[in-house]
């Protein structure tokens, strides 16, 4: 099985961490004192920054879990379609944060740029390198003694 459930595991949930973590860093100084003025493209993320960072980090938790559950219940195709989905959300999500985050780093024309590339290259690294150890066991393994 080349696409191990557990072998991703760790890359998905990085990039899933990292949105959120990036989520609540990219929250203006208003927001902690008013949880309306909270910014969030998802809509389901924004209802539940409106309610507050613990309802959001509840149900992040939650969230967290259930995917990681269900890539142990889904077939290897199935399973594929929801980690690069997931993945894929969760790394243009954690990105679109770098911005506000990091203003005042560089010149706004190339700002965004290399900050987007450079987090699309560290994810996608962390992700290469569980997917080549993986792969690596596998052959191993299956190979006769």
Same mark, same amino acid.
């Given at each position: 099985m080349l696409f191990s459930k557990f072998a991703i595991m760790f890359p998905l949930a990085f990039?899933?961490?990292?949105?959120?973590?990036?989520?609540?860093?990219?929250?203006?100084?208003?927001y902690w004192q008013d949880y309306n003025s909270c910014i969030e493209a998802s809509p389901i993320g924004e209802f539940l920054l409106s309610l507050g960072p613990e309802y959001f980090t509840v149900s992040f938790i939650f969230y967290l879990f259930a995917v990681l559950f269900l890539m142990t219940k889904l077939s290897e195709t199935q399973r594929?379609?929801?980690?690069?989905?997931?993945?894929?959300?969760?790394? #243009?999500?954690? *990105?679109?944060?770098?911005?506000?985050?990091?203003? /005042?780093?560089?010149?706004?024309?190339?700002?965004?740029?290399?900050?987007?590339?450079?987090?699309?290259? #560290?994810?996608? *690294?962390?992700a290469g390198i569980c997917f080549g150890n /993986?792969?690596?066991?596998?052959?191993?393994s299956a190979e006769p003694a």
């Amino acid at each position: 099985m080349l696409f191990s459930k557990f072998a991703i595991m760790f890359p998905l949930a990085f990039v899933m961490i990292s949105d959120f973590a990036l989520t609540l860093a990219g929250q203006p100084s208003c927001y902690w004192q008013d949880y309306n003025s909270c910014i969030e493209a998802s809509p389901i993320g924004e209802f539940l920054l409106s309610l507050g960072p613990e309802y959001f980090t509840v149900s992040f938790i939650f969230y967290l879990f259930a995917v990681l559950f269900l890539m142990t219940k889904l077939s290897e195709t199935q399973r594929l379609f929801l980690v690069m989905s997931v993945f894929l959300g969760h790394a #243009s999500g954690g *990105a679109s944060w770098l911005p506000t985050l990091y203003s /005042n780093l560089l010149l706004p024309e190339i700002r965004d740029w290399y900050l987007h590339v450079g987090y699309f290259i #560290s994810v996608s *690294a962390i992700a290469g390198i569980c997917f080549g150890n /993986n792969n690596h066991k596998i052959k191993s393994s299956a190979e006769p003694a």
